[in-house]
């Protein structure tokens, strides 16, 4: 008996994994953005709710007032962030010559000397490794300019393509949005209406908890981190502190590595070069980037996941090989909402 319930057990578990895995790589593109116009409108009701009834205002006053400020304030961030990035880009790309150079000469030294090192344990003629590995970077170089030229039509039509996608997609979010302020209240009353509310609503009950709970903390905890890191290194005068800093955020939202893995061995480089206050500032940084990510976590994740850490790097780990970048997110959310199907279904049984 116990060894029938154990398999049931795990095909039940196989089934309703299949199933999310599935449902994230073909339905959440397809459904992604009517969910996130959902998710906006649920948010902003109660604001539409708290004009109308405790302001007075008219009904569409207020619906349309609320989405005029969201649009407003979405659009003037965005505005901000692409400006910094392209000013930054554009700074890049105009000093590119001079890092190419300087880095091509630290590595036209180092490799050098390397070269000379075993031509001299391994008893060769003097300058047959560098020669060697000359005529190979030649042909890899080669080969990387025909790689790029001949994948470059496909490559500008994916971005073309892509661009497109995302355009449409934002105004069928923005569409969306628009058609929710009416159909609010009558999609929440046939949703309380359904048969299957009890079921569903438990999920999501469990999802809220959970899932959205490790989502938002971690949106914050790299919103937060991103304007500590930009910060830091702002005051030590990097020119890309901007993009640095968000990209430096993102990497900490990796597990295991986190910005130490940056931050630390250029502190070290700094001290080392007698740069005590570019060290300090970096140290500094990555201490505060530290604590906002354990203080935040421990303040609004604590235990409500019921995942241990070590599951919780797996689950991050396996989304990150499944979804790419996305699993970061799409990992521990998959996790919870298993585990909040798998509930449902052994109480119905």
Known sequence: MKKDSLMHQLFLLLIVSGGVYLGFIYLLPLFFPFLLAYFFMRMLWPVINYLYKNCGWPRPLASYSV???????????????????????????????????????????????MCKCIDHYLRLENGTCIIFLSNRLKEWQQQGFDMLTSHAGKTIAQCLASSFHFIVSVLILVISMFILVKEMAPINEKYRNSRYFSTIHAILISLKKSGLTYLRTELLILVVNAAVCSLGLFLIHNSYFFILGIGIAIFDAFPVMGSGFIFLPWCIFSFFNQDYYYAAILVTTYLATLFIREFLEAKLLGKGMGISPFFMIAAIFIGIELFGVAGIFLGPFAIVLIRAILSELRQLH
């Open 67 to 113: 989405l005029f400020a969201f649009f407003s304030l979405i659009s003037l961030t965005v505005i901000f962030l692409f400006e910094q990035i392209l000013g930054q880009l554009r700074l890049f790309f105009a000093n590119f010559p001079f890092y190419h150079q300087l880095v091509t000469s630290i590595l036209n030294r180092q490799t050098t000397y």
